[in-house]
């Protein structure tokens, strides 16, 4: 590992719905544990299911996205806001690449340059798809990408450098989508372009200039 040190948090981002509860719990705590081996960070995650329990049950009966901030001496901070339902976004292509071998892509944390600089360089866009040095797909800003390609459903390989969603690695268990090597001409030859997270799901992206 490059990097240790402790000017950034870890993240993870939650749907939480009435009656259902948080979708993928679990997925999200194992990635989070897995963040804090890697950066060698203290983590109680029991202590953090209980934290988001509780805080749950003080919750308004409409779906939320619940923000979970582990900080550098492992204090906890869990925010909610409630968000709408949608089904697409606008999303631009971004004009320089990303390191595959950013550790940074590939957990979640507050440590956000790459993402920020390619979302201020496309105002007009809600979210930015991000490609590597070796001109792969990789991910959006925030989300993971799926292409409809001649019936296919594909997804950038985790190789390429990119953060691996629990909504995506559910979608690749249950073989509803394929991990592949996607270089950036299939933007041009896919079908459909959708951006998945497990807050939103599947979003339909529409590009910025349509």
Same mark, same amino acid.
């Given at each position: 590992?490059?990097?240790?040190?402790?000017?950034?948090?870890? *993240?993870?981002?939650? *749907?939480?719905?009435?009656?259902?509860?948080?979708?993928?719990?679990?997925?999200?705590?194992?990635?989070?544990?897995?963040?804090?081996?890697?950066?060698?960070?203290?983590?109680?995650?029991?202590?953090?299911?209980?934290? *988001?329990?509780a805080?749950?049950r003080?919750?308004?009966?409409?779906n939320?996205?619940?923000?979970?901030?582990?900080?550098?001496?492992?204090?906890?901070? +869990?925010?909610?806001e409630? +968000?709408?339902?949608?089904?697409?976004?606008?999303y631009?292509?971004?004009?320089?690449?990303?390191?595959a071998?950013?550790?940074?892509?590939?957990?979640?944390?507050?440590?956000?340059?790459?993402?920020?600089r390619?979302?201020?360089?496309?105002?007009?866009?809600?979210?930015?798809?991000?490609?590597?040095?070796?001109?792969?797909?990789?991910?959006?800003?925030?989300?993971?990408?799926?292409?409809?390609?001649?019936?296919?459903?594909?997804?950038?390989?985790?190789?390429?450098g *990119?953060?691996?969603?629990?909504?995506?690695?559910?979608?690749?268990?249950?073989?509803? +989508?394929?991990?592949?090597?996607?270089?950036l001409?299939?933007m041009?030859?896919?079908?459909?372009?959708f951006? +998945?997270?497990?807050?939103?799901?599947?979003?339909?992206?529409?590009?910025?200039?349509?």
């Amino acid at each position: 590992m490059s990097d240790r040190k402790d000017d950034f948090s870890l *993240l993870e981002a939650l *749907l939480w719905e009435p009656g259902a509860g948080f979708f993928l719990l679990d997925s999200h705590l194992d990635r989070l544990a897995a963040s804090a081996r890697f950066f060698d960070r203290p983590l109680d995650v029991e202590g953090v299911r209980g934290r *988001l329990e509780a805080a749950a049950r003080d919750f308004t009966p409409d779906n939320k996205k619940v923000r979970v901030e582990i900080r550098p001496a492992g204090d906890v901070v +869990i925010e909610s806001e409630s +968000i709408r339902v949608r089904d697409t976004i606008v999303y631009a292509m971004a004009s320089d690449p990303v390191e595959a071998s950013d550790p940074f892509l590939q957990h979640k944390t507050s440590r956000r340059v790459v993402y920020d600089r390619a979302l201020a360089s496309h105002p007009g866009a809600e979210d930015v798809v991000l490609w590597n040095e070796r001109h792969e797909l990789t991910e959006t800003c925030r989300a993971n990408l799926v292409l409809d390609i001649g019936g296919r459903k594909l997804t950038p390989s985790r190789g390429s450098g *990119l953060l691996p969603g629990t909504f995506r690695d559910l979608l690749l268990e249950k073989g509803e +989508i394929e991990e592949a090597v996607l270089p950036l001409e299939a933007m041009e030859e896919a079908d459909d372009v959708f951006l +998945i997270n497990s807050v939103r799901l599947w979003l339909r992206g529409i590009p910025v200039d349509s």
